[in-house]
């Protein structure tokens, strides 16, 4: 079983920082592009932002220049750095991840999501 879990979420003030992570864990041969998204209340899911296995970032343009994506692959873990937060920011944020296994399965998976709220 491959599993991916966020923490990090939580409450701030705008104009504040926030650091997600997201590991994954399980049988666990190799993970591709790792990416965040989020789901604001009443509204459908977006992407954030996603990173390559190489280091290749792209970030949705409501993000760029305020949130960087990163990722250890030596600990399988991706993590999404948050500045300059806006109210507009506050959503759940989840975790994805293209894995593949020792089995040779390749799985898209998801985390649980973690909230992030934005408010003074």
């Known amino acids: 079983q491959v599993q991916l879990v966020e923490s990090g979420g939580g409450l701030v003030q705008p104009g504040g920082s926030l650091r997600l992570s997201c590991a994954a864990s399980?049988?666990?041969?190799?993970?591709?592009?790792m990416g965040w998204y989020r789901q604001a209340p009443g509204k459908q899911r977006e992407l954030v932002g996603t990173?390559?296995?190489?280091?290749?970032?792209n970030y949705a343009d409501s993000v760029k220049g305020r949130f960087t994506i990163s990722r250890d692959n030596a600990k399988n873990t991706v993590f999404l750095q948050m500045n300059s937060l806006k109210p507009e920011d506050t959503a759940v944020y989840y975790c994805?991840?293209?894995?593949?296994?020792?089995?040779?399965?390749?799985?898209?998976?998801w985390g649980q999501g973690t909230l992030v709220t934005v408010s003074s």
């Open positions: 994805n991840a293209a894995i593949a296994t020792y089995s040779r399965r390749y799985l898209d998976v």
């Open positions: 990173i390559t296995s190489g280091d290749s970032a």
């Open positions: 399980g049988s666990i041969f190799n993970i591709n592009t």
